[in-house]
């Protein structure tokens, strides 16, 4: 019988439900002939791995057979690291705290306790670690835990002082349980406090080494359930460390002292020692230093023992970071760490605790990194470490992720980052090497680029569910930098992390990228493989001025202060005049600050080394007091030579090649006069002319000097919208502005505060003419020319050059201001602000017939803008003759802002931006022209009446099919009424094209293109933190991610395939080990009973000999990886079989090694009867006198 799917059904559903939209239109159905071939079938949500360093760890184990390292967190997250490639992710689900975790060595299996005193047994022998089982107690706070090698009774030991025992396998409790009253003297009057230790003597299993808060040892013989001796401190114990030989130990005091004890000496210890404290010369005791934590005491066979510790330092060392000190013989080295240490282990050779410990390597897991240091090598260098765990070596501010690039991307980058490598490292190799990569079908390759606070970009290798780091790049590089606070520069408008990325665009075919700061700064970059020197940098001034500027405050005098518009671009020389104020840009009785940029450009030659090097630089400046708004969106196409960029004055176009500003203006000036979207201005700003933000350089500094608005213009009501509304999208405009740094709710208040008040502040500044930056300042290489507001813009699709007077606005609107400055502050944050861009070769205008170079703009209103450009022909012409630019109106509008953008066929293919393959600009003549050939524009011509392309709009709220060049709406859908989307992408994913929405309300959906119909919805992740939102990308093949925490980035695919085949791809833990040979006792301790004395646990723990536990001392609960690790076990025969294997070749070992024993105590046992016999000869004949 056929199964019956209900997905199939909503999809009939949904389609139908869809087509009324696409009757209204009076044209052809080409949607018709888009043969749709995604279905919900397709799609499937699962989380794949997780890469970066375990954010807020808090524990850590090693396997020493399996070199399997795990590491717990705070929040309950479980990471396990084998071999580069091979990593792991689980989480508990209560999400406490991870105390303490103890492997089953090379059993594949974990032991994790909680702060919420649970414990749970881990199955590492599946691909998808899985808890077995789960022990909760409740009458007891669980402190430590202590698992004996080769044993499967584990020691609990608790706040109260007492001791259980628990069977691992059953994960049941046993009746044996040591008492706190038991263990300490009875003369004691106090109580000794939580057990921080518990450790079996390594020559005795049946000796229990208890170590109390208090200071007291107490060393408890199992058998006889009593305490042998007790060893008393008078300093609190924080750890403590066996010699392997079960003579001696080591205890770690909060006085910062180690002190030494012979095991049948408990009077006093047998050295006293303070590592780093000062000796007096009166033989007084040390001055205290801070507790020493941890140690631990390893033994070599040829050689002085190691004793590794950390913390101990003097409390005269104020500021003075983490230290881990290594005491090996005479020499003592103390290493410093970059961040307080969290917990560390030493590597040995062995497991067994009773033979030479051999340490080769000593793991360091700190609060934001985990270092591993070579004790075999001089000087303890540290390993290289193979993790992608710098994710957060500063912190993430964007992040944008490119499956299926280009296929010699991943080699190209790589070849330049390797020679950024540091130098130093050990030349042995990574020491935790365990685990086996998964046998994963995906070979696309993938990348994924982070933008940090401190500037740098890194590109990563994220192919196969694998992450590494291939290159970095520093753009703070091209700035001078304060050296102290008095020098740091006051026009800055982020107080820390200046070069904070907020954007970037990147080519993956032609190698431009282009990156927005957070300073207003937009810096566009070229990638080659020689190395060069720019002796003067590219730099572009730009003027984007805010179209309400200083009348939109509330004037209580009720005097004019006009304000100027929003042209303005640094012009060439002979055009310029000089600025009115110095460079300073104090904001004191020299004046506001005014054509200043935020940064200031390096004037030294900069060195660029082979990989991204800097192409142009271009800087916001200030305009009259006010600083530059921060860039809300960002592209770049090299095809075109264009970079764009826009933010909540407006947009910019700049020619990158010649160097030049194309186009500068108000959001409200690219709609035409007759628009039929054209609104009512939400906030006062002057009515959309025909203006000249288009202009001619000839005329650019004239119109600019005439051009000045009237304060009062405006509409006869400040808002159409209810003040709910306002206050929800100030709120979302104030998370998509965000600046990344920690003053960045300071910084908008102030910045609201600077505007609300500006007019009262400067009323006689408004009034000057505007003043155009010189290009020719000292120290500065500016790339100046005649013409850098570029001809050829006139009169183009309605947009036009005029002169208007300053008081041309103020005749047909006049508002009377009486609101309050809140309400202003509403007003000006909730304007039109740029949200995003799309190049494409399309019809700018309806019913055009042939394609050509299009720029789409979307606005925070939902406005979508289409701007045609006419580009010159390639060659020299291309780098002579200016670029035409001009607005062709609204194309649509969409409910909430515009989020991304796309062009399909009339088939439904995607068709992507043209691009310029990459060359090499630094190569030869030759090279360059092979290589330099820009890609054909794919979409052919318009037949007379029919539509060949798909426009494909999204916004937080709807998503809307247009047919061009007709601009018929085809399709639309509600995404989502409630919420709103927080990020959207076109993309490819199982031969076909889609829309993939993250929500603010969790939910990850997706729409098939080009008929919007619902194909996934799934609650996946409800917004909890603002970095998912700014982080979460979506790319091809079904795969997504975003920032789970400030170190780690989450991968997820919404593929069924993906979902289906993520068995295969995942790395393996646990390979089949043979356990290492026991350490050989010698013929004469075997014989004599010397060595290590076994203990039969089960005869004494046993429910037969120790009894049951009380039921209400803890609650077994069942794990749901009981299931899972069946079906992990029944895939793996062969795995099963080479473990059988490895099982018969131990077991016949150790029959091997019974056979040679007996046969030596034969030998022995023949060798005395013979000695006996001889001697009965000898006095068998004398007397017992003569004896």
């Known amino acids: 019988m056929k ?61 020493p057979v399996q070199k399997i390292l795990a590491v717990g967190t705070q929040t309950g997250a479980l990471r396990l690291f084998g071999r580069a490639g091979v990593e792991c992710y689980s989480q508990h689900e209560s999400g406490a705290a991870v105390i303490q975790l103890q492997f089953l060595i090379n059993e594949g299996a974990l032991v994790s306790a909680l702060a919420d005193d649970s414990i749970h047994l881990w199955n590492l022998r599946q691909k998808i670690p899985a808890i077995l089982h ?28 007492n001791i259980h025992i628990v069977n691992v396998e059953s994960f049941t409790l046993s009746g044996y349980v040591i008492m706190w009253n038991k263990a300490i003297e009875l003369s004691t009057k106090t109580h000794p406090g939580p057990v921080v230790h518990i450790s079996d003597n390594p020559m005795d299993e049946g000796k229990l080494l208890i170590g109390f808060e208090c200071g007291i040892v107490v060393l408890w013989d199992l058998k006889c359930k009593k305490a042998d001796y007790r060893y008393s401190y008078d300093e609190a114990i924080h750890s403590v460390a066996w010699h392997h030989e079960g003579k001696q130990f080591v205890c770690s005091h ?152 280009p296929a010699e991307l991943i080699p190209a980058l790589y070849s330049v980052g390797s020679r950024q490598k540091r130098q130093g490292y050990s030349k042995k190799e990574w020491p935790i090497n365990g685990g086996n990569w998964g046998q994963g079908t995906q070979s696309y390759p993938e990348i994924i680029i982070t933008g940090h606070a401190d500037g740098s970009i890194k590109f990563w290798d994220a192919s196969a569910f694998m992450l590494q780091v291939l290159y970095k790049l520093k753009t703070a590089k091209v700035f001078e930098r304060a050296r102290g606070k008095e020098e740091k520069p006051s026009a800055d408008i982020v107080e820390e ?58 004037d209580p005098g009720g005097e004019q202060t006009p304000t100027l518009p929003t042209p303005g671009v640094s012009s060439s020389p002979q055009e310029s005049e000089p600025p009115t104020q110095p460079s300073t840009g104090s904001n004191s009785s020299d004046g506001p600050r005014d054509n200043i940029p935020c940064l200031q450009v390096r004037s030294s030659p900069l060195k660029q080394s082979p990989g991204y090097q800097v192409e142009l630089v271009i800087q916001l400046v200030w305009v009259s007091g006010e600083p530059p708004q921060p860039i809300t969106s960002l592209a770049i196409n090299s095809s075109y030579g264009l970079v764009v960029f826009g933010n909540s004055n407006g947009l910019a176009v700049v020619d990158y090649l010649q160097k030049t500003l194309l186009l500068n203006m108000a959001t409200s000036e690219l709609y035409s006069p007759s628009e039929p979207y054209q609104r009512q201005p939400r906030s006062p700003r002057k009515a959309r002319q025909p203006s000249g933000a288009l202009c001619d350089s000839n005329d650019g500094p004239n119109i600019s000097e005439d051009r000045c608005k009237s304060p009062t213009s405006g509409s006869t009501s400040p808002c159409n919208s209810d003040d709910e509304r306002k206050q929800r999208f100030l709120e979302k405009v104030k998370s998509k502005s965000r600046r990344f740094s920690r003053t960045v709710a300071s910084d908008f208040a102030k910045m609201s505060r600077k505007i609300s008040s500006s007019s009262e502040q400067k009323p006689d500044n408004a009034q000057k003419p505007q003043q155009w930056r010189s290009l020719t300042c000292p120290k500065r290489a500016h790339c100046a020319k005649e013409g850098n507001v570029a001809p ?99 194309l649509t509008e969409l409910k909430g802002g515009i989020l991304t953008m796309a062009m399909l066929d009339a088939t439904g293919a995607l068709l992507p931006p043209s691009y310029e393959p990459w060359y090499d600009q630094n190569a030869s003549e030759e090279e360059r022209e092979k ?111 975003y920032l789970t925490s400030a170190t780690e980035i989450q991968r997820i695919t919404y593929s069924q395939e993906t979902c289906d085949n993520l068995q295969e791809m995942l790395s393996e833990l646990f390979t089949p080990v043979e356990t ?112």
């Open 497 to 554: 992390d200046p070069f904070a990325i907020q954007t970037l665009s990147w080519c993956p075919e032609s190698r431009m990228l282009c990156v927005a700061g957070v300073s207003a700064h937009v810096i566009v970059y070229r990638f080659s493989k020689q190395e060069v020197t720019a002796e003067d940098m590219q730099l572009l001034e730009v003027r984007m001025q805010c179209e309400f500027c200083d009348g939109d405050s509330p």
């Open 254 to 405: 909060s006085d910062g002292s180690l002190t030494t004890w012979n095991v049948r000496a408990p009077v006093k210890p047998g050295q006293i020692m303070t590592p780093h404290g000062k000796q007096p010369k009166d033989g007084k005791k040390p001055e205290p230093c801070k507790p020493i934590l941890k140690v631990e005491y390893k033994t070599t066979r040829a050689g002085d023992p190691f004793m590794v510790l950390s913390g101990g330092l003097s409390y005269d060392t104020v500021g003075r970071r983490a230290c881990l000190t290594i005491m090996h013989g005479k020499s003592t080295a103390v290493l410093e760490m970059d961040y307080p240490i969290v917990d560390f282990l030493t590597l040995c050779e062995t497991p067994y605790p009773n033979d030479f410990q051999e340490p080769y390597a000593v793991v360091v897991l700190l609060e934001k990194d985990l270092v591993v240091i070579d004790l075999g090598q001089t000087g303890y260098p540290i390993f290289e470490n193979p993790y992608p765990l710098s994710i957060h070596e500063s912190p993430v501010t964007c992040c944008e992720y490119f499956a299926d690039c």
């Open 792 to 890: 050829g813009m006139i009169a183009k699709g309605g947009v036009y050059k005029s002169k208007s007077n300053p008081n041309s606005y103020a005749k047909d609107n006049s508002f009377s201001r009486s609101r309050s400055s809140s309400v202003t502050s509403i007003d000006r944050e909730s304007r039109e602000a740029i949200s995003a861009f799309h190049f494409c070769e399309s019809f700018p205008r309806k019913m055009d017939t042939l394609v050509s170079p299009c720029l789409l703009v979307g606005t925070t209103q939902g406005s979508v803008i289409m701007v045609s450009l006419s580009l010159p022909p390639s060659g020299e012409q291309r780098l002579q003759q200016a670029v035409g630019i001009s607005s062709c109106g609204t």
């Open 134 to 161: 789960s022990l909760k107690f409740s009458r007891e706070r669980i402190t430590y835990c202590h698992l004996p090698f080769q044993s499967k009774w584990l020691y609990i030991g608790t706040e109260r002082g």
């Open 3 to 63: 199964k019956f799917n209900i997905r199939k059904v909503l999809d009939g559903l949904t389609a139908a439900s869809s087509s009324p939209a696409a009757a209204h239109s009076g044209i052809s159905r080409e949607n018709d002939a888009v043969q749709e071939t995604l279905q919900s079938e397709h799609f499937q949500l699962c989380k794949t791995v997780r890469h970066g360093f375990p954010y807020q760890p808090s524990s850590m184990a090693f396997d």
């Open 1076 to 1187: 290492p040979e026991a350490p050989n006792r010698g013929f004469f301790k075997g014989l004599f009973g010397g060595g290590a004395q076994s203990l039969d646990r089960e005869d004494l723990f046993g429910e037969t000999t120790a009894g049951k536990a009380s039921r209400s001392l803890a609650q077994h609960i069942p794990g749901p990886g009981g299931m899972e690790g069946m079906k992990g076990a029944a895939s793996g025969v062969v795995g099963d079989l080479a473990r059988a294997r490895i099982a018969l070749d131990e077991r016949g070992q150790k029959l091997g090694e019974l056979d040679e024993r007996t046969a030596a105590m034969m030998a022995s046992a023949e060798s005395f009867s013979k000695h006996a016999h001889d001697m009965m000869l000898k006095y068998k004949d004398k007397k017992w006198y003569q004896l």
């Open 931 to 1041: 290589s330099r050939r820009r890609r054909p524009a794919s979409p052919p011509t318009s037949q007379e009446g029919q539509d060949s392309q798909f426009a494909v709009l999204c916004s937080e709220k709807q998503a809307k099919v247009l047919a061009l060049p007709s601009q018929t709406r085809i399709h639309k859908h509600n995404i989502t009424e409630s919420s709103f989307v927080l990020r959207a992408d076109v993309v490819q994913t199982a031969g076909a094209n889609c829309i993939a929405c993250f929500c603010a309300n969790g939910h990850i959906m997706t729409l098939s293109l080009p008929s919007l119909r619902p194909l996934l919805d799934m609650n996946y992740l409800p917004l909890t933190d603002m970095r998912i939102a700014r982080t979460f990308c979506f790319s091809n093949v079904g795969q997504a991610l």
